[in-house]
């Protein structure tokens, strides 16, 4: 049996230094860079963003190397788009959900508009395109599709009265491990 060393997945995970290297971790959030930050046991850790988590070190190396790839597999995912094949079946994360056909088009400009904000107006003309009433809710629509997307890794934001955001899960990896000391995994 051969021990093989791992290969890091793209995209890679820089390792910093807290606070020593926190020039450098500015530079490489600019860049969407995910980044590890290595603490001493006498540091607080920073306000984390989602593409970066910490460690107390020294750590264990099986410790370091699981936050790594959760960092690589978290960074990868956000770089993937998810995919509406035929108006009905969405793909996204190596995995796929039959929509009906409302919830497909209800689905398509979020997918078209993915991260960003769709108004409810857009929405309820996506749904609707010719129905002049303009007082026609689609919060029930949204709310049932939401339930439809978190097994494949999506979330729907609300913005209070002005609309909705698509974006990938924040807990699309074992919960509970971002911010917690070696000792607490």
Request: aromatic fraction near 4%.
């Amino acid at each position: 049996m051969h021990d093989t060393e791992p290969t890091v997945t793209t995209p890679r995970v820089e390792l910093l230094r807290w606070p020593e290297d926190a020039a450098r971790r500015d530079e490489l959030a600019a860049m969407g860079v995910p980044r590890l930050l290595l603490l001493r046991d006498d540091v607080l850790p920073p306000t984390l963003a989602d593409d970066e988590d910490w460690m107390f070190v020294p750590a264990d190396e099986r410790d370091l190397w699981a936050r790594l790839q959760r960092l690589a597999r978290r960074s990868a995912a956000r770089d993937r788009l998810p995919a509406l094949s035929d108006g009905v079946v969405l793909h996204h994360a190596g995995r796929t959900v039959i929509l009906s056909e409302g919830e497909g088009a209800l689905l398509r400009p979020l997918i078209d508009h993915f991260g960003s904000l769709v108004t409810w107006d857009d929405l309820r003309h996506a749904l609707w395109p010719d129905d002049p009433d303009p007082d026609r809710r689609v919060t029930s629509r949204v709310s049932r599709l939401r339930g439809r997307l978190a097994p494949v890794g999506l979330e729907i934001h609300s913005v209070r009265t002005r609309g909705v955001v698509l974006d990938h899960s924040l807990d699309s990896s074992p919960a509970g491990t971002a911010g917690t000391t070696p000792e607490e995994l």
